[in-house]
């Protein structure tokens, strides 16, 4: 099977798995968006080698808050609890955005399990995006 077969397979495969409980969108170049309690998601599929091909699932859990180091340092304590994804802070203009980022070989997972795998991580990504709007200022 060719690099672009395999990951055009995989992502069917999320796609089909994540239809379970979200309306998910396909790209035109197969990649898939949806969202999730206000989280902005995207799953992308790489082949890292041949027979390694991995999903990405990235999460755009917040934009623009307050710079604020005691929500800095909350985001990345919340991010050390966590099972599933690494958590990014950034800084930008307009004031931190907060990420959420997962990556894992998927081949030869059950439409069920692979669905229960992204919504354990989509779901964190909603929670997260919960404490930090509800986090008063100071």
């Known amino acids: 099977m060719s ?3 395999d990951t055009g397979a995989l992502l069917t495969h999320a796609a089909e798995a ?12 197969g990649t898939l968006t949806f969202s999730h309690g206000g989280v902005p998601c995207v799953v992308q599929a790489t082949q890292l080698a041949e027979g390694l091909t991995v999903l990405s699932l990235t999460c755009v859990v917040a934009w623009d808050l307050p710079d604020d180091p005691a929500l800095a340092a909350g985001a990345a304590e ?10 990014g802070v950034v800084r ?3 004031g931190l955005d907060v990420t959420l980022r997962y990556a894992f070989p998927a081949a030869g ?13 989509i779901s964190t990504a909603s929670g997260l995006r919960t404490d930090l709007l509800e986090t008063p200022a100071d």
């Open 92 to 94: 930008t203009e307009n």
């Open 18 to 29: 994540l239809e379970r409980y979200l309306d998910v969108r396909v790209d035109d170049d």
């Open 78 to 87: 919340r991010a050390g609890q966590g099972l599933f994804g690494t958590l």
């Open 3 to 5: 690099e672009a077969q």
């Open 109 to 121: 997972m059950t439409t069920a399990a692979l669905g229960t795998l992204l919504m354990l991580v």
